[in-house]
Each structure stands twice: as C-alpha cells, then as structure tokens.
C-alpha cells in the first residue's frame, strides 16, 4: 500500500510562517496535492506539484523533491482564517491518490 | 460553493434503515468519486465511476451500493449499516480518473451517523 505522512498538529502565532512537511512511499509517482478542509467544509486545492522545486501562489507556497520522497507547505503571514486541517495527497505510478491523514493547523493572536 | 452539491448534509439513521446520500456536479467533469472521512484518518477512496462506468470498488462491503445515472450525479445506497459507518462521506469529481494533472474537487459532504 501507500504510505504518506505528516504530523497530526501545529500550531503557530498570526503573522509567523508555518511549514507542513509530508513524506510518501508510493509505487510510482504522478504528482503531489495539498488541500486545505476548514471544520465541517470541503477540501479545497490549494496546489499541484509533480517537478522538484518551489511552486508559490501568494502567500502559500509548495516544495517537492521526488528523490528524496518530501514534500512541504509553507503558509506565510499566517492569519487567523488558515487555521483548517491540510491535506497531503499522492497521485501514484496507477495514477490512484492517496490521502495523508491531514496537519491540523492552530493560529493563534 | 465548489461546484459540487451534496445532499443530505446530516443524516442520522438507525441501522435497519435505508437511505441514500445524493451529489451533483456542475463543472462538466467526466469522473465522480465517493470517499470516507473519519477522525483522525486519511481519506479512504471508496468508488471511482468515469463516464458512469464504476472503474474502481475499494474493497467496500456491500451495505454500501454507489449508482451513477449520468456523469453529473452520483448516489450512495445505504442500507443494513454499522455504528463504525458513522462518518463524512465526500463527494468529488474531476475531469478524468487519470492524468497528472487532473485536480479532483470535492462537495462538502454528508455527515452520517448510525445509531
């Protein structure tokens, strides 16, 4: 089977940067998801990775290094509406995704 | 509003009951999907349906029976289930199963409790 993870909880101060790192074992590789799902929502797409390097929109920006099997969220000027659960999903080698059990982000004032 | 409508969004039932959860898209996708939601867990891929065909059965007991009429509606029969059913089951679609690129886009599901 597939394995993702991530940490199960951060927490972090409005303004600050937070980074949410994700490592998988999957068989086969066709792109990395993050999704942000705030409490009772739907998971929203917040970014695609499936080269290495830094993909940045605005204030959130995705890492990926396939090679080492990593990737990253990094969420700048934190504000108090990005506290939600983000999600880590892989696209395998079959091209079937695979959730992480989500990061639970606090940001507090 | 993402494009993806599910009803009922709180459903409670008892465990002889039969019920059925409903999802439409409206972004002219051609691929839907039911996944399970539970605390702590990641998403569990239950059916896969491209062009109303089910390409894909997770592995998922039979209490549960998906129905696909057309590529903008997908339904999930419920019938005979368990306390451990109790969950958030999401809706998604996306243009294709496959694909790189393909970024799914999920409702904003159907909070089921058996009792």
């Known amino acids: ?109 | 509003e993402t494009g993806v409508t599910q009803t009922p969004r709180h459903l409670v039932m008892g465990m002889t009951n039969k019920k059925s959860l409903k999802c439409e898209q409206h972004l002219g996708h051609n691929a839907m999907y039911w996944y399970k939601q539970s605390a702590k867990k990641p998403l569990e891929l239950m059916f896969v349906y491209n062009f109303k065909e089910q390409t894909e059965n997770n592995s998922v007991p039979s209490r549960f029976s998906p129905e696909c009429p057309n590529s903008s509606h997908l339904f999930l029969h419920l019938h005979t289930l368990q306390p451990e059913d109790s969950a958030l089951y999401l809706c998604a679609s996306s243009q294709s199963p496959d694909g790189s690129g393909n970024t799914i886009y999920f409702g904003e599901g159907s909070w089921l409790t058996v009792v």
């Open chain 1, 1 to 109: 089977g597939q394995n993702i993870d991530q940490p199960t909880e951060m927490t972090a101060t409005e303004g600050a940067i937070v980074q949410i790192n994700c490592t998988y074992q999957t068989s086969g590789f066709n792109g990395l998801f993050w999704y942000q799902q705030h409490a009772g929502e739907a998971p929203t797409f917040l970014s695609y990775n499936v080269l290495d390097g830094l993909e940045e929109k605005g204030r959130f920006s995705s890492f990926l290094s396939r090679s080492k099997g990593y990737s990253y969220l990094l969420l700048k000027e934190l504000q108090m509406k990005d506290s939600a659960s983000y999600l880590c999903a892989v696209r395998d080698g079959d091209y079937k995704l695979s959730f992480g059990a989500g990061t639970t982000v606090t940001v507090r004032a």
